[in-house]
């Protein structure tokens, strides 16, 4: 569909609108939030720490769960306002080595892979032209996503590799992991959406919509093929 010049500077208004509302809202919501957080973690702490001997296993067990909770809820405030920042967040293109940037991820999520038989590999990948800490920041989503969701294998495979693209390369991270249904394919990107329950990954669903937005401020796009206990590949595309 095609938009006549003052259609799309009212569409460019609107949108630059729709950021600024997104980014009051979390400034709000991380303003308001992080303080009774903090009162209830350090409440915690002092419950635990100094009348541990007056607990039982309940109250211990309880106490536990709000201290998950909290730390949760904190995580949802950063990827809300990390989301948010994204939009008013001006891009510096630069060339980017693929293969380093992935090398780099893979080994700064080590951490996740502990205890665990992960295989990772790395095609050989063309430059791209990218923001470095954004593009970074898309690639690491998409790595922990692949590590987090191979967890029921006893074996996770997560490789890093490239498609010819409609703008040149389109690079993906495929994982051997739950996979889903294409059906529901266009959820996976939307804010606060989850394909999966929570008692089966941790997740705030924020991931993948700052894949999205990251992608898109490029001028790219981002799309994901998945089969139910199979695995899933998502690809992006920075043009």
Known sequence: ?????????????????????????????????????RTIAVAVRILSDEHAAGLDDEARTLLSIIDNNVERVGGLID????????????????????????????????????????????????????DP????????????????????REKAVIRVGTVKGECGSAYFVRDNGAGFDMAHAGKLFGLFQRLHHRDEFEGNGVGLATVKRIAEKHGGRVWAEGVPGEGATFY???C
Not at 6 to 28: G, M, N, Y
Not at 133 to 148: D, G, W
């Open 79 to 130: 990827g809300i306002v990390a989301f948010s920042r994204l939009g008013r967040q001006r891009l510096q293109k630069l060339s980017i080595d693929m293969n380093e940037m992935a090398r780099a991820v893979i080994d700064g999520a080590s951490p996740l892979t502990e205890g665990r038989q992960v295989e990772f590999s790395v095609a050989s990948l063309p430059p791209a032209e990218g």
């Open 133 to 152: 800490e954004l593009v970074r920041q898309l690639l690491t989503h998409l790595v922990s996503n692949a590590i987090k969701f191979s967890t029921p």
């Open 236 to 238: 992006f595309t920075l």
């Open 1 to 37: 569909m095609l938009h006549t010049d003052s259609e799309k500077r009212q569409l460019v208004a609107e949108r630059d609108a729709a950021v600024a509302d997104l980014a009051a809202f979390s400034s709000a919501i991380s303003h308001d939030l992080r303080g009774p957080l």
